[in-house]
């Protein structure tokens, strides 16, 4: 037994002195991704490079396999380093793509989501002025010499906010960031005769930064000249996706609406039910688990934000009507003890699905895996 003690204790010094070599490898890598983060500032180049992430994450998976090593593992372990390189790159200031654009005004700029935009546009060195309620009757010199101005106030506010937006500078970008976007537009063209733009930032106001977060931009009026404003984005590190504001209208009734509507009618069965969520956590799968934090996080948050993205356009109800019926029509089957339909319409899910199915249950390996350790934490 001696014997075993001494050999165990020295393999254990042994990996300790691994683990003491990595951390300060780890060190020396955070340390250079800082640098990087430094140099692309400089020169306006965006701090996320898609292209260079997946050549690493190619050449590292073959280097583990031709060595023995799970490339799957390696590549999780690059993943959270690149999230703390990132984190550490996007620390540093960014460069102003148009350093001739003499203010940046957020109006609702002390909200959440529009704090966020205020603090990206003063780090990039940009003169930002916020309106807020009480500075209305002061808005007419807020909004001199405005290059652009983004309204950041709740749905049920964007259109009186932008009634007011008749008098900007012909050349001012204007835009909103609410998540939808027909009828802002539409408003904004009738109130401003410069450039126009509709921003749905997919991200909640929780983010330190906009690195490899999504931007949904809709055309509105005069692009060449709000081109540089997402260029801007670019370079914060978020990624552009242009499409056409009735169909991000229709997109977002589910991804948004019915997925939030969903969850909270979820949320409060749990609740009617009178069920132990305790009891839940401690005895659910890591997938179940999964679910119930996804639950949990929307309660965590402002119930008025959600409201207004759920009332916000009645077209929304008639979707939600399709959702239960779909949900009834299943629930019949089950209840006619009917397998073979419910099988049947199980298989064409999945063949609509197609080659996502496969994909999206790899991608969800890594969160379940994650979901676990929490469990056991």
């Not at 490339?71 to 993943?79: A, Q």
């Not at 969800?364 to 979901?371: G, I, Q, R, T, V």
């Amino acid at each position: 037994m001696k014997d075993f003690d001494e050999k165990l204790t020295l393999l254990r010094d042994e990996i300790d002195d691994i683990d003491s070599q990595l951390v300060e490898l780890l060190r020396r890598r955070l340390t250079v991704t800082a640098k990087v983060g430094a140099l692309k500032s400089e020169v306006g180049m965006p701090i996320y490079a898609p292209e260079r992430e997946a050549k690493l994450f190619s050449m590292r998976r073959k280097q583990a396999m031709d060595v023995g090593l799970s490339p799957d593992l390696i590549e999780d372990v690059l993943r959270r380093l690149m999230r703390d390189s990132y984190e550490s790159q996007d620390a540093s200031g960014y460069q102003c793509i148009n350093p001739d654009c003499k203010k940046v005004v957020i109006v609702g700029g002390k909200g959440q989501l529009g704090s966020v935009f205020v603090d990206l546009f003063e780090r990039s060195g940009y003169q930002v002025a916020i309106i807020e309620q009480d500075d209305w009757p002061n808005s007419e010199n807020i909004l001199a010499g405005a290059g652009v101005v983004i309204v950041a106030v709740p749905i049920q506010l964007t259109s009186m906010v932008i009634h007011h937006l008749n008098n900007l500078p012909q050349d001012c970008i204007l835009a909103d960031i609410t998540s939808i976007k027909e009828s802002p537009i539409f408003e904004m063209m009738k109130a401003h005769s410069g450039p126009v733009i509709g921003l749905h930032p997919m991200f909640g106001p929780d983010v330190t930064g906009l690195i490899k977060q999504t931007i949904i931009a809709c055309e509105g009026r005069h692009p060449e000249k709000y081109n540089w404003l997402l260029e801007q984005f670019k370079v914060w590190g978020a990624k552009i996706y242009p499409v056409e504001a009735h169909e991000h209208d229709q997109a977002m009734s589910m991804v948004q609406v019915m997925r939030h509507f969903s969850t909270i009618a979820y949320g409060y069965h749990l609740m009617a039910e009178g069920a132990d969520i305790e009891k839940l956590v401690d005895m659910s799968s890591p997938i179940y688990r999964l679910e119930l934090i996804m639950v949990g996080r929307l309660f965590a948050q402002d119930p008025v934000l959600y409201a207004d993205i759920i009332f916000s356009n009645k077209d929304n109800i008639n979707m939600m009507k399709r959702f239960a019926y779909r949900f009834l029509e299943l629930l019949e089957d089950v209840e006619q003890d009917d397998k073979s339909a419910f099988v049947d319409m199980f298989e064409q899910v999945s063949d609509w699905f197609g080659d996502y199915a496969d994909v999206f249950l790899q991608e969800s390996k890594s969160m379940l895996l994650k979901a676990n350790e929490l469990k056991k934490h």
